[in-house]
């Protein structure tokens, strides 16, 4: 084993070196230990390398002048690409294939075939069903409703034609992807053609591969994901601001814990009705509970914080620190950023580590599989029940960190639009307008994943801090927003604290936190659907190129974390990813992504690893469209009427 990092070097947060100092004296080996005994392998880590043949597999120089090519002839280009292009197709078929499954329980709800679910936001399924064309005057929700999921389900295996939310763009957008031939078709078809692409022998030009990576991403922000969004916001309620409680200190000694870890909200869901049912709790307490602590981890936990304000324990790489207090009596899994190393973990203790999901199975854990669509309280209540008769097998060795945070999250684009402007006038227009006048300086997206060879939420929060004392409003998804909230950056008070004057005065104005928590990764469509809200409002320009705005993964992990980038890279947001970023420097490859894409998509990638200089890239690229915006000087506070607007616009 190489030596390992000091706690203090592994986490800025305060629970998690608190339980990983206990975990090693329990003998536990975490993901960042892990980290510390594997080098990551250099060719890996720039693309460098190919094996999508038999030929090789070939390994390029990363060093100037890239002469040597492939057995085929493929360059460095080619295999960079190819590499990049099929992170995306990974990442897209992670958030649609939980798209697809959101699809699925959907039409069984709408067609009453499904007594555990519910439709619970009509108001939502209307507006929602009206983005596909479907006749909703004078209908019965049923019928909408299951017009609506056959939609959905079509947009996966669609062929021909273009996804029906890519129209939610700005008009010069949709227009700009049309003429460059990247519309995605079906969700399924764009993963499948990528894989193709890039297989032996297919496209070996560069920009061809990224573009065509653009499509397949596409496909997954203004597809999958925006159908998962859009229908559990239907199913388990649109987030709208709601008070929630975050960190290890949720876990309560006295009751029987159960964590839900994964991605898809109905597992939480229906744990979370059953931790209040009279027999279950009944149940507990004849164990001598007091009764079912119910709490959300990563994106599941996200799910429902921002839907219900379930208490969350932590982010990505908080799941063993969550084991190790050793009052954890079970973790349930779905799919998506499941460590298998939590097996192990979980032996150290009495922890039950249970999949749930038949596309995701750990060697070591107990397999309990539920199904949304059928049967899901039956199988719910099976793995309660393995929760409730583990309480009894707890042993000496816990300690529960005493840290919870406050936070306000639930910004979801319909809450904004709300907040913003009031019901009668629900819009953008008061943001833009704060962003014309000055006090706001722009919006940033920060959002993505924890690392372990990062120093656990430090790059999130330096960077957050940042932006908000230069007066850019912050919107997170993912684990990136658990870093935060775990900070308080995510109560109003925190405006006062870490504000810029102008970004202050707004945020206390609303009264709504200078940070808005929005959902779980797959949630960052409804950054898209804002940023498309932000261009309609008017006088910021004419796409989604135009605003003031940029984004960030600064601690991301995960291949979704790369077809997120690419989508709003494509939709016209300059994006900054940090960590790592798998490229050779000065190959024609990296100097399309991090500048030539300009010129095709009005955006570009860009890396860096140091939270500092990150912010420094996104307020220069605010600076930037400030400036041909000319909105750059600070201007007094004016009243805009229609026709001032329109003269902006
Ligand atoms: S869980 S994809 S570590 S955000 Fe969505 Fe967190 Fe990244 Fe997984």
Redesign the pocket.
């Given at each position: 084993m190489a030596k390992l990092r000091e706690i203090q070097d592994i986490t800025v947060c305060e629970s998690t070196t608190e339980m990983l100092t206990k975990g090693r004296k329990d003998g536990v080996s975490t993901a960042f230990d892990r980290a510390d005994d594997m080098k990551p392998c250099p060719i890996g880590a720039q693309n460098a390398c190919c094996k999508h043949c038999f030929m090789g597999p070939c390994r390029l120089s990363s060093k100037a002048p890239y002469e040597k090519v492939g057995v085929c002839g493929a360059n460095i280009d080619t295999f960079q690409a190819r590499g990049f292009a099929r992170a995306v197709a990974a990442g897209t078929a992670a958030h649609s294939d939980h798209g697809r499954e959101m699809a699925e329980l959907f039409y069984s709800v709408a067609k009453g075939e499904n007594p555990d679910f519910e439709i619970k936001d009509e108001a939502k399924l209307v507006a929602f069903a009206k983005h596909f064309g479907i006749e909703t005057a004078d209908r019965a929700v049923k019928d909408i409703a299951v017009e609506l999921g056959e939609a959905c389900l079509a947009e996966f295996s669609q062929q021909h034609g273009h996804l029906k939310m890519l129209e939610r763009a700005p008009k010069k957008r949709f227009d700009l992807w049309k003429d460059l031939g990247i519309l995605p078709r079906g969700v399924d078809r764009e993963v499948v053609e990528i894989m193709h692409r890039t297989t032996m022998g297919v496209d070996q030009e560069y920009r061809n591969i990224v573009l065509g990576a653009a499509r397949c991403a596409l496909a997954d922000g203004w597809g999958g994901s925006m159908i998962s969004t859009g229908l559990s916001d239907i199913m388990f309620g649109t987030p709208s601001p709601i008070r929630s409680t975050v960190d290890l200190g949720v876990i309560d000694a006295k009751q029987v814990n159960v964590i839900v870890n994964g991605?898809e909200p109905q597992l939480l869901d229906m744990m979370m009705r059953l931790a209040e049912d009279p027999a279950m709790v009944a149940k507990a307490k004849a164990q001598g509970a007091e009764g079912i602590n119910l709490i959300g981890m990563?994106?599941s936990g996200?799910e429902m914080l921002v839907r219900k304000g379930v208490p969350h324990a932590g982010?990505?790489m908080m799941c063993d620190s969550a084991i190790i207090t050793g009052a954890v009596d079970a973790l349930m899994v779905d799919v998506?950023?499941i460590q298998a190393g939590l097996v192990d973990t979980a032996k150290c203790y009495h922890t039950k580590f249970i999949t749930t999901n038949y596309r995701c199975h750990v060697d070591g854990a107990v397999h309990v599989e539920f199904h949304g669509e059928k049967g899901a309280r039956e199988s719910g209540e099976k793995l309660m029940q393995i929760a409730i008769d583990n309480f009894k097998n707890r042993g000496d060795k816990i300690t529960i960190p005493g840290k919870t945070e406050r936070l306000v999250g639930g910004f979801s684009h319909e809450a904004i639009n709300y907040m913003l402007g009031g019901s009668f006038r629900a819009s953008y227009t008061p943001l833009n307008d704060n962003i014309i006048n000055g006090r706001i300086r722009g919006v940033a997206g920060v959002?993505?994943?924890?690392n372990p060879r990062q120093k656990h939420d430090w790059v999130h929060i330096e960077l957050v801090k940042e932006l908000l004392k230069n007066d850019v409003l912050v919107v997170q998804?993912?684990?990136?927003a658990l870093a935060l909230a775990k900070a308080g950056f995510m109560q109003p008070e925190a405006a006062a604290k870490y504000c810029g004057p102008g970004l202050r005065e707004v945020c206390e104005t609303v009264g709504i936190p200078p940070v808005l928590h929005s959902g779980?990764?797959v949630d960052n469509s409804r950054i898209l659907e804002a940023l498309s809200a932000m261009v309609a409002a008017g006088g910021l320009g004419d796409d989604v190129s135009d605003l003031p705005v940029a984004g960030a993964a600064p601690e991301?992990?995960?291949e979704?974390?790369i077809a997120i980038g690419h989508y709003v890279v494509a939709s016209g947001v300059y994006t900054v990813f940090g960590v790592t970023f798998p490229f050779v420097e000065g190959t024609k490859f990296a100097e399309y992504l991090f500048g030539g894409m300009e010129k095709d998509l009005g955006a570009t990638w860009a890396y860096e690893p140091d939270p500092y200089k990150m912010a420094k890239l996104m307020i220069d690229h605010i600076n930037k469209k400030r400036e041909a915006l000319g909105i750059m000087e600070k201007k007094e506070r004016v009243l805009f009427d229609m026709e001032a607007r329109r003269e902006l616009g």
């Open positions: 991605h990563c994106c996200n982010n990505f998506q950023c959002v993505g994943c924890n998804t993912g684990c990136s779980s990764c991301y992990m995960s979704k974390a």
